[in-house]
């Protein structure tokens, strides 16, 4: 979602409004505000984050020290680097216009001599027809579309380029998967599924804006939170500020805050990955990315966010709590996987690796508490109905992004949360949890919840995102002293 981010950066407009909804616990933001000015940088967040029992402190020197060092060396491993995802499926809720920002794919990395030779290969026809089609698509809009916008969208530009060695051992883990195909759903087997190495397509800036990049973040935010209706929309659409949010509960505030921690998270990436060089180098790899500090204060301070920018870069702390507890709750099923990829040594390093990463997540102190969300009876069940319609819509919207990057890590990062709510809210896991099973060998137990690769893959590199942003808001901070 590297384009992506500049869409969440025009949804930067929206967000400024809806924010005010954090003025619901009163008081008690007061005195956090007033804590907050007190410091000499607005990204001196402290104390306790709302909804949780911990506070900012403790999980930036958690999160710094101990998480983040372990998943920059985990995320790049074979298993978690390549993710399977549909980019060609339609908006189904909007007349798609994304057309043009795929253009700049006229570059030399989308030549048939660049196209991988695995792809090439006999028996992957099918893939080796959608790449041509891709290219040839592509250069016909760039001829069509390069007046109506200038060079920034080939930042969105998707690197599509997969190693031989890689094709093959894709064919092996795809049997190996299918194995276990019996007793789960896998929803990345559709027509349009491709792999995607998210080390050749790191998130950043893209350039990606404008109306097409608001509309999703607009839809998210008022279609698609508690609260959003007509008057909300009327507000929005009038710019004159404060919805009142007052009344929201608990699951609906959570709900809000997720949405708002992943959208700053996304704005963080593409203010620490901003394009820094002047020259139209984009597609060099070694172009000068770097932090814009101009742009971090631009999203965040409260002088440009009426006051809002602490409370969302508090909601980052919120999201990713709720991942930490996703992965402390999957605990004892993610160590029974087998992340498999056929390269024997690297798997057996890649478990270990986890079960290292999970103790440290086990052993954190102050979880977030799941069970204080839909635990009211009857609502509840209706809440977590709502929940689960609101983010499949989401992820559904994900697909009207109109740049490719940027919908790429637009759909890992929704996936990544879609699946640790699964986990949290999961009776199945909760059942198997209960009755023992996962301390069981592996032949008696009964799958009764299962993830998939794709899930486990996105899982990891999505929390991996949060704490990229945790740790690159301490350069900002020191930046900004
Ligand atoms: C899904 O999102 C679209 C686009 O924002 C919106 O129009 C629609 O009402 C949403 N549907 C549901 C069921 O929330
Ligand atoms: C939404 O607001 C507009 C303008 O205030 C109004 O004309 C319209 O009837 C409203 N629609 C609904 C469904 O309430
Ligand atoms: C940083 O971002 C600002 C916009 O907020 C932009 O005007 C400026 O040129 C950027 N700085 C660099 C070095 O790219």
Redesign the pocket.
């Known amino acids: 979602m590297t384009v992506q981010r500049n869409l969440w950066v025009s949804g930067l407009v929206t967000l400024i409004l809806l924010l005010y909804w954090t003025d619901a616990t009163g008081g008690y933001f007061a005195a956090l505000n007033a804590a907050e000015t007190s410091k000499n940088c607005f990204c001196e967040l402290e104390g306790s984050i709302n909804d949780c029992s911990c506070d900012v402190d403790t999980v930036d020197h958690f999160n710094n020290m101990k998480i983040y060092p372990r998943l920059q060396s985990l995320l790049v491993k074979n298993f978690f680097r390549f993710y399977k995802v549909n980019l060609k499926q339609e908006c189904p809720f909007w007349p798609d216009d994304s057309r043009c920002a795929i253009r700049f794919c006229q570059v030399e990395n989308c030549e048939e001599q660049a196209i991988p030779q695995g792809i090439k290969d006999k028996g992957e026809q099918k893939e080796r027809a959608a790449a041509f089609k891709y290219t040839r698509e592509a250069q016909r809009e760039g001829k069509a579309c390069s007046e109506m916008e200038d060079f920034d969208s080939a930042l969105g530009f998707l690197d599509t380029s997969i190693s031989d060695q890689a094709h093959r051992e894709f064919e092996l883990w795809a049997k190996h998967d299918e194995a276990e195909e019996d007793f789960c759903i896998v929803d990345d087997h559709e027509e349009g599924s491709q792999y995607v190495d998210l080390l050749l397509n790191p998130e950043r800036y893209t350039g990606y804006r404008g109306e097409s990049a608001h509309r999703i973040w607009k839809s998210i935010y008022l279609e698609n939170c508690f609260g959003g ?3 909300t ?2 507000k929005f659409s009038s710019i004159v500020g404060h919805l009142d949010l007052r009344d929201m509960c608990l699951e609906q505030r959570a709900f809000y805050r997720i949405i708002s921690g992943l959208h700053s998270s996304i704005n963080i990436h593409l203010c620490s990955k901003y394009l820094l060089s002047e020259t139209k180098d984009f597609l060099d790899p070694q172009g000068h990315w770097g932090p814009n500090v101009t742009e971090f204060k631009r999203r965040f301070s409260p002088e440009t966010t009426a006051d809002e920018g602490p409370h969302w870069l508090r909601n980052l702390y919120f999201i990713y709590l709720v991942e930490l507890r996703a992965l402390a709750k999957a605990a004892p099923y993610l160590r029974r996987e087998e992340y498999y990829t056929g390269i024997a040594e690297e798997d057996e390093e890649v478990k270990m690796a986890i079960n290292d990463l999970l103790a440290v997540v086990e052993n954190f102190q102050s979880h977030f508490d799941e069970n204080a969300l839909f635990s009211s009876g009857i609502a509840s069940i209706k809440f977590k109905h709502d929940y689960k319609e609101k983010f499949r819509n989401i992820s559904r919207i994900m697909s009207c992004v109109g740049c490719d990057k940027c919908k790429l890590w637009g759909k890992l990062q929704t996936q990544g949360l879609g699946t640790a709510l699964k986990i949290l809210y999961s009776e199945k896991l909760n059942l198997a949890t209960e009755s023992g099973l996962w301390d069981m060998p592996h032949i008696e137990a009964d799958p009764i919840f299962r993830l998939s690769r794709t899930e486990i893959v996105a899982l990891f590199n999505a929390f991996g995102r949060l704490s990229n942003s945790i740790y690159e808001m301490e350069n900002f901070r020191r930046e900004l002293r």
Do not use: R
Request: aromatic residues 0%; charged residues 20%.
């Open positions: 209706n007509n008057e929309a009327n």
